[in-house]
């Protein structure tokens, strides 16, 4: 095999949920096809990749200094939803029932992968219960044991110095689930089942 074409197949593979065959599938229709579409993706990732990068309050991905959900003032409602990353926002933005700000933690408390948490984007949050007047804190996160320990880590940092409701999502969420495998009608069933902790 051509040692340029092994090298993007190896590189695809790397995505998350992307295995060897569908790298090679990827690479081979983007490599045959005839209308331009992989330079047009090659030109994208370059765009995107100089343009890009996290909001420097929340952690969602945007192109400007404070991305939309920061800068609406209708979405500062009290609510800090914390997410692990940005597919999960993604999720809850289409359930179109949650109309809060966001917080990405960009990953979990994980002791066997070495996610620590100072790894994570945690030590901002009570900043921006002072900073956002937030009154409740829902809690997004895998209903895994690296998801419980993260939500709990969170709770003891913020401690009882905010009078803060800390809820999380109810019914629905099974044990080890992931947002983006949740449907919307049962993610609007958890949000608005949400049980405080």
């Known amino acids: 095999m051509n040692s340029q074409i092994e090298k993007l197949i190896k590189m695809f593979a790397k995505l998350p949920r992307v295995g060897s065959r569908a790298a ?5 229709a983007l490599l045959q096809d005839k209308t331009g579409r992989a330079t047009a993706l090659a030109a994208a990732l370059q765009s995107a990749a100089e343009t890009i990068h996290t909001c420097k309050n929340c952690g969602v991905l945007t192109d400007k200094d404070m991305c939309e959900f920061c800068s609406n003032h209708e979405r500062s409602n009290g609510q800090l939803c914390v997410v692990r990353d940005m597919a999960d926002v993604w999720v809850i933005e ?8 966001y917080h990405i933690t960009g990953g979990v408390i994980s002791g066997a992968n070495g996610t620590m948490p100072d790894d994570l984007n945690i030590a901002s949050i009570s900043a921006r219960i002072k900073n956002e007047n937030i009154i409740e804190i829902i809690f997004a996160l895998p209903n895994t044991v690296e998801g419980k320990t993260t939500q709990s880590y969170i709770m003891s940092v913020i401690g009882d110095a905010h009078n803060i409701a800390f809820s999380e999502l109810a019914s629905g969420m099974p044990l080890g689930g992931d947002l983006d495998y949740i449907d919307d009608g049962t993610l609007t069933l958890a949000f608005g089942g949400r049980k405080k902790l």
């Not at 090679?24 to 081979?28: A, F, G």
């Not at 289409?94 to 700000?101: D, E, M, Q």
């Open 94 to 101: 289409k359930s179109g029932f949650y109309f809060g700000r």
């Open 24 to 28: 090679q599938r990827i690479v081979l």
